[in-house]
């Protein structure tokens, strides 16, 4: 696949439960972002991975929240006991470092529903 | 820090007619500027990006964006939209330093109406 993957598309879960998110990059991809997408807002950073650096985490809400990326290829998201306002779209981008890679590109998301 | 005000949230507009979404932005350091489209049931697509250069940027569809530094604002315009245009559109900036991490506005949604 040439563009970057999430699975699964849609989450549905209850109340205190964990979930993971987990995201492919496009091949070859350094740098990997989590973003997070709530109804009728914009998109917020939540982590940054660059190869093999420390994670940017500043974005991450609580302590709730975790990702784990595995030399450059997949990542998790992992939100343990969630709650309501966890609801959103959990999207994921990645980008090459090569001269001129600014650009990030984005998966379809992951839409998280916690009841 | 940075911050991005996309102020209309919603723009309808009849087809053939043209077209402005605004974006503002606050950030004390260099920035990179990005709009990204979302139509329905689709991804993010990076739509068009200033980096450095010619102020003005276009897409290969017909839309336009042009940087500018002292009123700080980045707004996207077509001269003449289709159907084919009704999305969101979202404003973007990341810093001109590593990581790249970009902070987006709201959206605007555009609706294109017969």
């Known amino acids: 696949g040439a563009g970057v993957s999430q699975s699964p598309s849609n989450k549905v879960t209850e109340k205190g439960k964990d979930v993971e998110l987990r995201c492919d990059p496009i091949?070859?991809?350094?740098?990997l972002y989590w973003y997070r997408q709530r109804l009728g807002q914009g998109l917020e950073f939540l982590i940054y991975f660059q190869g093999n650096s420390a994670p940017d985490k500043s974005g991450l809400p609580s302590d709730r929240f975790s990702a784990e990326r595995t030399g450059e290829s997949v990542s998790t998201l992992t939100i343990q006991r969630t709650q309501q306002e966890d609801s959103a779209v959990y999207l994921c981008?990645?980008?090459?470092?090569?001269?001129?890679?600014?650009?990030?590109?984005f998966g379809p998301g992951t839409r998280l529903t916690v009841l | 820090a940075q911050s991005v005000t996309q102020l209309d949230s919603q723009v309808p507009v009849f087809e053939e007619a043209p077209v402005e979404l605004r974006c503002n932005y606050s950030?004390?350091?260099?920035?990179?500027l990005f709009w990204y489209v979302q139509y329905p049931n689709q991804g993010l697509q990076l739509l068009l990006k200033y980096l450095s250069g010619s102020t003005l940027v276009e897409s290969i569809n017909g839309f336009e964006a042009e940087f500018n530094k002292s009123q700080t604002s980045f707004h996207l315009r077509k001269p003449s939209v289709h159907i084919s245009d009704t999305a969101e559109y979202f404003c973007?900036?990341?810093?001109?330093?590593?990581?790249?991490?970009?902070?987006f506005g709201t959206g605007t949604q555009l609706k294109v109406e017969l």
């Open positions: 981008a990645s980008r090459g470092t090569s001269s001129g890679s600014d650009t990030q590109y």
């Open positions: 950030s004390s350091v260099s920035v990179y």
């Open positions: 091949s070859g991809h350094t740098a």
């Open positions: 973007a900036v990341s810093d001109t330093g590593g990581g790249n991490k970009l902070t």
